[in-house]
């Protein structure tokens, strides 16, 4: 569009500086694409009106993160963030991390006592955290968290402490550590929500598998996120947010072994999985 300058010479006036190619680049397609799906199902503005309402409720209950969760958006990200190569695949982190988990010292522990913890399976989940090349590291801080055997997480159940079934801790020199918790359950998102009234409303079921969630740090490598899944679990196939890799599922094997049960401390058989991490080195530029 052209407007006559005083003196009369014509210039350019609505041209404006991009402060963002890619967002300028990629927004007008997505809007494109809805504009599509809006014509092509003929929304109507009551329908429209709906959608608004919608994400203006998930925004207030702060639900983006679940919201991109379910809609398998959140795998589809990571995938393409962490492209999967020599060293453990990664895998979303999901809306229940909370930051500064307790310290957790040697023989970790990440779980107190608490009602109705007797009807899970103790687990000691162990393994090797190594650099691609196979360089133990021995410097790796490992942050995990999961639910409990009953009643999900900590912050969902009342039963527990607060911070429970979570925690940070370092690894040995060899880079190998071993933590002991109880093997998870298959679990429910938040369905009390806007979004638990989406995937009522579309027919999805909200069931997690049984997992456990992992962040790896070492120096000079990247910061790995992932989750450690377990087999024949119903769930398996058919995540909510669709989070399950194959390398990433770990057999549990059941130990019943009189002596180690009690040089443990424990009173009855409990379960072992392996988990080896390995972290890509930073590549400096
Ligand atoms: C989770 O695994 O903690 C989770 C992931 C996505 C949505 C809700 C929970
Ligand atoms: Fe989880």
Redesign the pocket.
């Known amino acids: 569009m052209f407007a006559l300058r005083e003196g009369g010479a014509a210039v350019a006036d609505v041209v404006r500086e991009v402060r963002n190619e890619r967002l300028a680049r990629i927004l007008p397609e997505a809007i494109g694409a809805l504009h599509e799906l809006i014509e092509k199902h003929r929304v109507t503005e009551e329908e429209w009106l709906a959608v608004l309402g919608f994400l203006t409720e998930v925004g207030k209950k702060d639900e983006f993160?679940?919201l991109s969760?379910?809609t398998k958006t959140?795998v589809l990200v990571d995938s393409i963030t962490h492209e999967d190569g020599a060293a453990t695949p990664s895998d979303?982190?999901?809306?229940?991390?909370r930051e500064n988990p307790p310290w957790r010292e040697k023989p970790v522990k990440i779980y107190e006592e608490y009602e109705g913890i007797e009807e899970g399976d103790v687990l000691f989940v162990r393994g090797r955290v190594t650099s691609t090349d196979g360089t133990p590291l021995s410097g790796a801080v490992l942050d995990v968290?999961?639910?409990g055997p009953t009643g999900g997480?900590d912050v969902w159940d009342e039963r527990q402490p607060d911070y429970n079934f979570r925690g940070r801790f370092g690894v040995e020199e060899d880079g190998s550590y071993e933590f002991q918790t109880m093997v998870p359950k298959p679990?429910t998102?938040?369905t009390d929500g806007p979004v638990g009234r989406l995937l009522e409303a579309i027919g999805q079921h909200p069931w997690?598998p049984a997992?456990i969630?992992l962040i790896a740090e070492a120096e000079g490598h990247e910061t790995l996120t992932t989750?450690i899944f377990f087999p024949d679990d119903p769930y398996l196939e058919n995540d909510?947010?669709g989070?399950v890799k194959p390398e990433l599922v770990r057999p549990l094997e059941r130990c019943e072994d009189e002596e180690e049960i009690s040089r443990r401390g424990l009173d009855g058989p409990f379960y072992t999985c392996e988990f080896d991490i390995k972290l890509k080195p930073v590549v400096r530029g």
């Open positions: 993160v679940l969760d379910v959140s979303v982190e999901g809306p229940l991390y968290w999961q639910t997480y679990y998102v938040p997690r997992h969630h989750q909510t947010i989070a």
